[in-house]
């Protein structure tokens, strides 16, 4: 079952991202979200995003063109009956995507793929409320998703040899990244290793080893890192990074997982990063950084 068309649940960050890099790469895309603004404002940022590439001389007008026609948006999930792959990118909240998958597993047929961008959630868990459970897997895309080539394909307790090997075909032969297979576990391999490292890197700020402006540019330039912890831990959200701490600290309950209290008083403050325009930096109305 060949995959040309695909949906994709939530039209946030990742949305954004993952929608914009399968219409680049020909594919059709469905995308839902809950209500007409959350769909309007996620285009809005697609198209600035593209608006930037050509801006770089990266992409032509009639390329911007030829990739919005290919995302259609709707508030009704029946229009996925029309999709091969179904990628879900929801917050990360258990209970609001067992619901998402649940609908799913009425509404697609038996052959579809249902996905999820998870970075800490059981898929197991997540397939335990779907009747075809053999179909169910981890497609975790990495932001910012068009430059990122890994994706980690994460197999659940019930995930088939079959589902996981067209998962693989599409991610190595469709979109052209390195799928990695990853066996269930919380965190992954990247969320669970990556938050390990900027929560160090709060621990060093917090012990007063040097500032934030230091310590990335230590790792940037010495490790030839794109960006260092605390502007990574900016761009990914640092209330995110705070739930899938939480999340690890509670499955492994190891200390090493334990946030940074430096970390919970920033999202207490809304300090989300990029997303809030102030994190450990400032981020202009675009997301680039501007101090």
């Known amino acids: ?8 649940v939530g039209l946030g960050t990742m949305g954004q991202g993952i ?9 059709d895309v469905i995308v839902v979200e809950r209500s007409q603004e959350r769909l309007t ?44 792959l179904v990628i879900e990118t929801i917050t990360e909240d258990l209970e609001s995507k ?5 609908q799913l597993d ?18 197991t868990e997540l397939a335990s ?18 430059k990122i080539d890994v994706v980690e394909l994460v197999r659940g307790l019930k995930t088939s040899e079959h589902t996981f090997s067209r998962a693989k075909h599409f991610v190595d032969e469709i979109i052209h990244k390195k799928g990695i297979m990853v066996f269930e576990s919380p965190g992954f391999v990247t969320t669970r290793l990556i938050c390990l490292f900027i929560n160090e890197a709060l621990h060093v700020l917090e012990e007063g080893v040097a500032s934030a402006e230091d310590i990335d540019n230590a790792m940037r330039i010495g490790y030839s890192f794109q960006h260092g912890p605390f ?14 701490l939480d ?8 200390l090493k997982y334990r946030p940074s209290i430096v970390l919970k008083k920033m999202v207490r403050a809304g300090h989300l990063g990029a997303k809030s325009g102030v994190g450990f930096f400032k981020y202009d109305k675009d997301g680039d950084r501007i101090q």
């Open 129 to 146: 409320v779907t009747k075809y459970s053999d179909r169910v897997i981890g497609m975790h895309f990495i932001y910012p998703v068009s």
């Open 106 to 123: 009425q509404i697609c047929g038996p052959d579809v793929i249902l996905a999820s961008n998870t970075s800490t959630l059981s898929l």
């Open 1 to 8: 079952m060949l995959i040309k068309t695909v949906g994709v």
């Open 19 to 27: 929608t914009e890099m399968l219409a680049s790469k020909g594919l």
């Open 247 to 254: 999340r690890m600290f509670r499955e492994y309950g190891e």
């Open 231 to 244: 502007e990574m831990a900016d761009r990914f959200g640092l209330d995110s990074v705070l739930a899938a």
């Open 41 to 84: 404002y996620g285009m809005e940022m697609i198209v600035l995003s593209l608006d930037k590439q050509i801006e770089k001389w990266a992409l032509t007008q009639a390329e911007r063109k030829l990739i919005m026609n290919r995302v259609q948006t709707t508030t009704e999930y029946d229009k996925l009956s029309e999709c091969e």
């Open 98 to 102: 067992k619901t998402i998958f649940e």
